[in-house]
């Protein structure tokens, strides 16, 4: 069983990756549209600023699923470093318990917060609702809590090996 959800995990976090990477390519070929709209062609794109906006906001939340996966995200490197290795089984169900309550507020705040602005629409787009800008919130939450769990099953501390 450990090691099916594992496999999901992989395949889950790493598809929250791709989507982060696309949304920042996204961004990144936005804003050179712009500046070229905007400097070289004379006429703005007032619409490129608000995707760019809601990309790097769908590539953070995206971003947080692969940073808790690897151990990167809620870390207490010294307390783990000085701690038997009992007591560090202990604190892994620490973090992860908090890690976990934080992304389960995320969700219901991040849905509740999608669904009231599903009526208001966004400056410069008037034809898009703003639920689709901050349903990143639940989305990234619900990858986040599959790559909690999964470092909580396999815990990868790489930034305490490389760490000096």
Same mark, same amino acid.
């Given at each position: 069983?450990?090691?099916?959800? #594992? ?22 070929? #936005? ?28 590539? %953070? ?12 995200? %809620? ?11 009992? #007591? ?5 169900? %620490? ?29 410069? #787009? ?12 639940? %989305? ?25």
């Amino acid at each position: 069983m450990k090691e099916v959800f #594992l496999k999901f995990e992989r395949y889950s976090t790493g598809l929250a990756m791709v989507l982060a990477c696309a949304m920042l390519a996204v961004a990144s070929s #936005l804003g050179l549209f712009q500046i070229i709209m905007r400097f070289v062609i004379e006429a703005p794109a007032e619409w490129t600023e608000v995707l760019i906006r809601f990309s790097l906001i769908w590539m %953070v939340f995206m971003g947080i699923p692969a940073a808790f996966r690897n151990g990167a995200m %809620v870390s207490v490197d010294v307390l783990y470093r000085w701690s038997p290795p009992k #007591l560090k089984r202990v604190l892994d169900f %620490v973090v992860c318990g908090a890690a976990l309550v934080l992304m389960l507020l995320v969700i219901w705040w991040g849905w509740d917060y999608a669904n009231r602005g599903r009526v208001q629409t966004v400056i410069g #787009l008037e034809d898009v609702s703003m639920f689709w800008a901050y349903l990143a919130l639940p %989305v990234g939450g619900v990858f986040s809590i599959i790559g909690i769990i999964g470092n909580l099953l396999d815990p990868q501390r790489l930034e305490l090996e490389t760490a000096q």
